[in-house]
């Protein structure tokens, strides 16, 4: 006997992209009735003018579901052609079940299989590496993979390192077959012994016992130690970005643009420079009016380059997530 195994085309790509951004705009004025700061020190330190806040009634679910549904019209797709769903999310407030299964059944992909990637800020990048693989491998034809947040939900407004950086969004792409390569290998990796540089405040252990004991229960907020995140960034992220231009097969000077997780302008600015980018390649620079939105980011920036025309479709670009864990991940892709 001889066990046969699933085989599928020889490339994926990124059919389509989606994404989601709450009505609410919280500026940094706003920001600073609830921290001691001024907008001149938060724009300085970060570059975020602004961010978006979904409301209390919209769920991560919520904004992943319109994101989806934006990228399955734009690839022509109805939601039974998807054979998996894979979300990437840190603040789905359930352990379980995954958001990606509740995000399959709203949508109508069952009996698509489903899972959520718990990679921080790096998610969506790993999650676009297993769907290349998953397509490429034959076990899916179309996979649907999102990136989505309701960072509010676990951030302490009154917390001056962490309050004005976080926010709210999902952006989701369609992984399918190509003729042609259209996602390059992934390079990515992590440092766990730097776990508590971004963390809960408590574990939910911690919160129960705090409970039982008649004690305070304290929120498991996100905290984390900036400077020490951000030496990390700036100095181990660009050679990361380089070794998957190198793995991609492509020059620098082909990109058609730079798509990093959007966690601080300055890191960014720092990496365009380490990579010795050329002034005409398009950097993205979503943080000015989103905020951090972790796994979201990356396709959110995507989606609003292309919408702008600040990046071509079926331009090369350079993909790279970095944060909790410590995780990273980074590809060059095809724009959709």
């Not at 994926?12 to 989606?18: F, Q």
């Not at 600073?32 to 769920?59: L, P």
């Not at 079926?314 to 410590?326: D, K």
Request: charged share 20%; proline share 5%; glycine share 8%.
């Amino acid at each position: 006997m001889t066990l046969q195994s699933s085989t599928g085309p020889a490339h994926a790509r990124i059919l389509s992209v989606g994404a989601f951004r709450p009505e609410r705009v919280v500026t940094n004025e706003e920001i600073c009735t609830y921290i001691e700061s001024t907008d001149e020190w938060i724009r300085q330190r970060t570059g975020i003018e602004e961010r978006r806040w979904a409301d209390a009634g919209t769920s991560v679910v919520d904004m992943a579901e319109a994101a989806s549904k934006e990228a399955l019209e734009r690839a022509g797709l109805a939601p039974t052609d998807v054979d998996a769903v894979i979300l990437a999310t840190v603040s789905h407030p359930y352990q379980t079940p995954a958001a990606a299964a509740i995000l399959t059944d709203r949508l109508g992909a069952t009996p698509a299989a489903a899972w959520d990637v718990s990679a921080g800020c790096a998610g969506f990048c790993h999650a676009l590496a297993q769907a290349s693989d998953l397509v490429r491998g034959g076990t899916a034809r179309n996979v649907l993979v999102v990136g989505a947040e309701k960072l509010t939900d676990f951030t302490d407004i009154t917390d001056r390192s962490t309050a004005f950086l976080f926010a709210d969004g999902a952006g989701a792409v369609v992984v399918g077959p190509s003729e042609t390569p259209g996602i390059g290998p992934t390079v990515w990796g992590s440092d766990g012994a730097q776990w508590e540089a971004i963390k809960n405040k408590q574990s939910w252990t911690e919160v129960r016992d705090a409970q039982a004991a008649g004690g305070e229960a304290v929120w498991p907020a996100l905290v984390q130690e900036g400077r020490s995140v951000f030496r990390w960034a700036v100095w181990q992220m660009a050679p990361v970005a380089q070794k998957a231009i190198d793995a991609s097969g492509v020059a620098v000077e082909e990109l058609s643009a730079f798509i990093p997780h959007q966690a601080n302008m300055r890191i960014i600015d720092a990496m365009v420079k380490q990579l010795g980018l050329p002034e005409t390649v398009p950097v993205a620079r979503d943080i000015a009016q989103m905020g951090n939105t972790s796994a979201a980011s990356v396709p959110l920036a995507m989606h609003r380059m292309l919408a702008e025309g600040q990046a071509p479709s079926g331009g090369l670009a350079l993909l790279i997530g970095y944060g909790a864990g410590l995780s990273y991940a980074s590809q060059v892709v095809v724009l959709p």
